[in-house]
């Protein structure tokens, strides 16, 4: 039996981080920072108030739409209160169980962002490849299930991540090395096994997210082979412009998430730079993104903000 060490407790306190080598300017990286967050929660409330109050689009595409905007209305708030409190406040404790719900929000969110891209890239495989079935197929009894499923499978998936960090003994040294709680980081300062927390990381990483990014790639070659027997270039062009949005949101989604899971895992000697700016990117990056991305990409977005805004100047006159 393993010898209890005197040095291992529960941590009532953990302290959280900002950007190494950057410590002195904290405060003016907050008004980025604050910059960014309010383009973030302003743009997807935009996008939730614009879908809801424009008949026209309450259609698939931008239901799905519309779920992503408040999954990363989610994301946003979830990192907000410890993110303004290191850079604005220099504010650097959290407490240990606050930190766990934290973590479990800020994962479950992702894994439900993830969940719903899958959704958006069989939304645009149904419509290119089969547009005479597609509100057959993509009724609203199953995008309601749809979102739904992305929900419950987060919760299930993400529910064990604080139950097993609970469980484990850490050290005296309790700094993250980030501005929030991120279940890697929260793992590497305990000090008993960690080979469920590790196993149980990785199983996150290939499954949902490795699984739901490989469907997503089986899906826009489809696309693209169904795109490329379009005889003329004008009818590729735009049956491919229907895609750029998502493909762009995807790029942004995973491209960060993979990174950020790598170097967490194989990345020992790599800069504690690297490690911040890649998590930041994954976190504060998609959320900004994905309002302006879809705002200027679809025409549809665009004209119903428009209508609206310009209703509401009308009214004040």
């Known amino acids: ?20 080598g950057l410590e002195s300017v904290q405060v003016w990286i907050s008004i980025p920072l604050c910059v ?14 614009v879908i809801k109050t424009t008949s026209s689009l309450h259609e698939p595409q931008y239901i799905f739409l519309s779920m992503l905007a408040a999954t990363d209305l989610g994301l946003s708030m979830s990192t907000l209160p410890t993110v303004l409190n290191v850079f604005l406040l220099n504010h650097r404790e959290i407490e240990f169980h606050f930190c766990l719900t934290q973590m479990f929000f800020i994962h479950i969110f992702s894994c439900m962002e993830s969940a719903i891209l899958l959704a958006m890239a069989f939304d645009r495989f149904v419509a290119i490849l089969n547009p005479l079935h597609y509100t057959m197929v993509l009724t609203p009894a199953k995008i309601t299930q749809m979102g739904l499923t992305a929900v419950v499978r987060g919760v299930m998936l993400i ?28 793992m590497k300062l305990a000090c008993g096994p960690v080979r469920v927390n590790m196993i149980y990381g990785l199983f996150l990483v290939i499954c949902p997210f490795g699984i739901d ?15 490329l027997g379009i005889a003329s270039k004008s009818g590729q062009l735009k049956t491919l412009n229907t895609c750029v949005s998502h493909i762009f949101t995807v790029f942004i989604f995973y491209v960060p998430l993979i990174v950020l899971a790598l170097i967490h895992r194989f990345g020992k000697f790599t800069s504690p730079l690297l490690h911040v700016t890649m998590a930041n990117l994954f976190l504060f990056l998609t959320p900004v993104l994905n309002p302006l991305v879809y705002s200027l990409k679809t025409r549809q977005i665009r004209s119903a903000v428009h209508k609206i805004f310009n209703g509401r100047r009308n009214l004040l006159k």
Not at 1 to 20: C, K, V
Not at 166 to 179: A, G, Q, W
Request: aromatic share 12%.
């Open 1 to 20: 039996m393993e010898p209890i060490n005197s040095s291992w407790f529960q941590p009532h306190i953990l302290l959280l981080a900002g950007i190494p």
């Open 36 to 49: 960014m967050y309010l383009t973030a929660i302003l743009g997807n409330c935009i996008i939730l108030l």
């Open 159 to 186: 529910v064990p991540l604080p139950i097993l960090l609970k469980r484990l003994p850490f050290c005296k040294d309790v700094i993250l090395s980030h501005c929030y709680c991120y279940h890697p980081d929260v």
């Open 213 to 227: 990014s490989v469907f997503i790639f089986i899906s826009y070659i489809l696309i693209l082979k169904t795109v």
